[in-house]
């Protein structure tokens, strides 16, 4: 992520508080891993919306609601108008004022596009701006003043600065002070609780009931850790949320502060208790990890639970750029020590993206004679095996001086993407080796996997997994893991020097972020994390066939056929 050198690129007016922020060889060759190719950016007038759009597929959020009552169905109804709230909760932390700026663009579709991306910066290409007059993205968006510099935030003697529920804000003598966000967003986040306590009323699960009235003390109090464990014991209901402020993404100063964001599900009863039984191998597997023993000394709770479910409303951060198509939570490293975590596969927007995106991917650039190695459910277990090692590997620095995530600051979301990818891929050859999966199925999950890489690295040069999956393409590159073919442009997977390249990369992040060690992961990032111009014009390949580069969403009540009153447009 970038190095914050000034937020006073740009001036965005933040309503009731008082101050804002800035915004060939006949055989393949072993791929050398690439220097940076920087690309000037275009002026913003200059920005083709409507290709720009047509890097999102559409699809559709849908559900089977025929196992559902009545009350069911009008809770899902409230449940979808408190998601609601997060995208006006995202827009302030994102840009600020969002009438404002749409005002500001007459043309609909570059209106639309600034609607999809949450404001005037193309998350899918590297954050450039397409609306006159608009500077480039600030990496401290709105949770930091305009002209604070890094410096200054470090010297300040505040015992908050570093909370991920804290807006950093100037007093009327200027000086840094913190602002929590069920003050500085009070007025939404009371709609929301409401939502969910009203929710809670229609629920026949006591858990979930008692999980809605937590989480919706919750956002008015900004304390989640008891939320989060109540989530975690509540696992049967065939509904779900996720709502709160929960990843860091959007702080590309230090990585500190939350984004608010949310999901609505609905449950695969039949999928999840096919995956039931992975679970209990979190602590097995934790063992054998490739490094030394003080880097997996850590236990991870064992009370962990993978389950499928439909996706019906995305919003807020996890509305924008690139879609998730799974989820591990809690982030708290307290509660994923003492209770595990949940790890809810999105099937539906998965399979979009498997069906839409990734094969014609594959089919352009993957050898011709592996890709009767691609399948979905290679995708699909190594996306479920990418969340599963959320779970695994240390939280806390050996040298006691915090968790990982404070240590390795700005470089934090990338290296945990990262290390999830590639334990991801280590967990599914163990399993393959203890029977557990079909080991003459091994290769489908490499082929699939370096398809997967050459899908991520899409998602533009800000985007976390998009860094921690160059820093693997590149790493692999540099092993021999994988063979371009010069005359074609293809690529071919070595299996036995993909399985080594797995390991050493596996211990390369695992031992860094047990060091804590941010100046070796912003090394690694910095000479790793970016796009060659070898891969860049591969890439084009896809542009010109026209494949999408990720997915939007047509969802809501008229979709999923709901009473329209009870739920928003």
Request: hydrophobic fraction near 45%.
């Amino acid at each position: 992520m970038r190095r914050l050198l000034s937020l006073s690129l740009l001036w965005v007016p933040l309503l009731g508080l008082s101050a804002c922020a800035a915004v060939a060889p006949d055989a393949p060759a072993p791929v050398a891993a690439e220097a940076a190719n920087p690309v000037a950016t275009p002026p913003a007038e200059a920005v083709p919306i409507s290709e720009r759009l047509a890097d999102y597929a559409s699809v559709r959020l849908t559900a089977d609601l025929s196992g559902l009552d009545a009350n069911q169905k009008k809770m899902l109804g409230l449940l979808i108008q408190a998601a609601d709230v997060t995208n006006d909760l995202f827009w302030q932390q994102s840009w600020g004022d969002k009438d404002a700026l749409l005002q500001r663009i007459a043309d609909p579709g570059r209106r639309a596009f600034a609607e999809l991306n949450f404001g005037p910066w193309d998350r899918l290409h590297a954050d450039e701006p397409f609306v006159a007059s608009v500077g480039p993205r600030p990496p401290g968006v709105q949770f930091y003043p305009a002209d604070m510099s890094k410096a200054e935030f470090e010297q300040a003697d505040l015992a908050d600065k570093t909370g991920l529920y804290t807006l950093l804000r100037r007093d009327a003598q200027g000086r840094l002070v913190t602002v929590p966000y069920h003050e500085a967003y009070k007025a939404d986040l009371a709609k929301a609780a409401t939502l969910l306590r009203e929710a809670a009323t229609l629920s026949k699960n006591r858990d979930f009931m008692k999980y809605l009235r937590m989480r919706a003390d919750a956002l008015q109090s900004d304390d989640y850790q008891p939320s989060d464990y109540a989530w975690m014991a509540m696992k049967t209901n065939p509904i779900d949320i996720v709502i709160g402020p929960i990843e860091t993404y959007e702080d590309q100063v230090f990585g500190y502060k939350a984004s608010y964001e949310s999901y609505v599900l609905i449950k695969d009863r039949a999928w999840s208790a096919r995956l039931a039984r992975f679970a209990k191998y979190l602590p097995e597997l934790q063992r054998e990890l490739p490094v030394p023993a003080k880097y997996k000394a850590e236990t991870p709770g064992s009370d962990a639970d993978l389950n499928a479910y439909f996706a019906v409303y995305y919003a807020g951060n996890a509305d924008v750029g690139a879609k998730t198509i799974a989820i591990n939570l809690p982030n708290d490293e307290q509660v994923q020590l003492k209770a595990g975590t949940r790890r809810l596969q999105l099937e539906n927007v998965m399979k979009a993206k498997f069906d839409s995106i990734m094969l014609p991917i594959a089919k352009t650039l993957i050898a011709e004679d592996q890709q009767s190695h691609l399948s979905f459910d290679a995708f699909f277990q190594n996306t479920m095996f990418h969340e599963v090692a959320h779970g695994l590997g240390i939280k806390n620095t050996l040298d006691g001086k915090g968790t990982v995530r404070q240590a390795l600051k700005d470089q934090d979301s990338s290296f945990e993407e990262g290390k999830a990818d590639i334990l991801g891929l280590y967990m599914v050859a163990k399993l393959a080796d203890k029977g557990e999966l079909d080991k003459t199925r091994l290769m489908d999950n490499y082929v699939t996997f370096l398809a997967g890489i050459l899908r991520s690295v899409r998602f533009g040069a800000t985007d976390a997994h998009a860094k921690a999956n160059m820093v693997r393409f590149n790493f692999f590159a540099q092993e021999g893991a994988f063979t371009r073919d010069p005359a074609s442009g293809r690529y071919r997977v070595d299996f036995t020097r993909m399985t080594e390249a797995m390991n050493a990369l596996s211990a390369k992040l695992l031992t860094i972020q047990g060091d804590g060690d941010y100046a070796a992961a912003r090394a690694l990032t910095d000479s790793m994390g970016k796009v060659g111009p070898t891969l860049a014009a591969d890439l084009k390949k896809l542009d010109a066939a026209h494949i999408p580069v990720d997915i939007r969403f047509e969802q809501g009540a008229a979709v999923l056929g709901l009473d329209s009153a009870t739920t928003p447009n």
